[in-house]
Structure formats: structure tokens, C-alpha cells
């Protein structure tokens, strides 16, 4: 059979991939500030204002909602790629690896949903999760890279 080319779709995953880290980057300085301000009282570069911090806060909601939507898009994107171009999947690790992240975003995301409810496991699980999230973009990158080699003239 004779498929069209699949480069678009690369492209859209390749822009995606590079928004989630940036999503993520942007997330780790809101997220230290938000975490400065509780334990200090204070903004990592000074006093807070109240509506400074709400600002803070909602930006940190919207580009986590934002990462989680990239994360998931780049999960359809590899399943419509890979079936569309090999007709199967498990071609390489880059799977795994993705798959891990795509549960420790989704993981994340829920645990950030409960951290205003009180519940004392929320807020550490949330830190701990996304420190390990970091370990997980570096390997679904690398793997990521490896995948792309392959579609390459």
C-alpha cells in the first residue's frame, strides 16, 4: 500500500515536543515560586503581592492544562505515525518511554487537582512526580531522536 508522507505529522510532534519542554521549564519556575511564597512568604525575588502571586498561580494552571494537552497530542500523533507508517507498534523503546511520561503527566496533573482539598500526600506526590518527569522528557527525547533517524531521507 502506499501511503502519503508522514513529515507533517513529525512536524506538528516535533513542535509539540519542544512547546512541552518549554511548558515544562515554565512550570519548574511558577511551580518554585508558588513553593517560595508558602514556605517564606516571600517571592524569590522579593516581597509578594497578593495579586501577583493569583497571577502566578493561574498562569501555572493554565500552561500545566497546556503541557497535558501537548503530552496527549503528542501520544496521538505517535500511534497515528507509527500505525500509519509501520503498521504496528513497539518499533523501538521510544514506546515505553512514552507512554511512562504520558502516565506521569496524567499522575501529575491529578495529584495537582487535590493539593487545594488538603490532602497532605497531594503536594509532595506533585513535587516528587515531575522531578522524575525530568529524568522521563531527557529518555523520551533521546529515544524520540533515535525514532526520527529512522524517517529521515
Do not use: D, E
Amino acid at each position: 500500500m502506499h501511503l502519503p508522507s508522514f513529515l507533517w505529522l513529525w512536524k506538528i510532534a516535533a513542535w509539540s515536543m519542544g512547546l512541552s519542554i518549554l511548558a515544562y521549564t515554565c512550570l519548574g519556575m511558577t511551580g518554585f515560586w508558588l513553593w517560595q511564597v508558602r514556605n517564606t512568604g516571600r517571592s524569590p525575588i522579593g516581597v509578594v503581592l497578593p495579586r501577583v502571586n493569583s497571577i502566578v498561580k493561574t498562569f501555572h494552571y493554565t500552561i500545566g492544562i497546556t503541557m497535558v494537552s501537548l503530552v496527549l497530542l503528542l501520544l496521538a500523533i505517535g500511534i497515528v505515525g507509527t500505525l500509519g507508517h509501520f503498521g504496528s507498534l513497539g518499533h523501538s523503546s521510544h514506546l515505553v518511554a512514552g507512554l511512562i511520561v504520558v502516565a506521569l503527566v496524567l499522575v501529575s496533573a491529578f495529584s495537582a487537582t487535590q493539593i487545594s482539598l488538603g490532602k497532605i500526600w497531594a503536594r509532595p506526590l506533585h513535587i516528587s512526580l515531575n522531578v522524575v518527569l525530568f529524568i522521563g522528557f531527557a529518555w523520551v527525547s533521546f529515544t524520540g531522536w533515535t525514532v526520527v533517524q529512522k524517517y529521515l531521507p
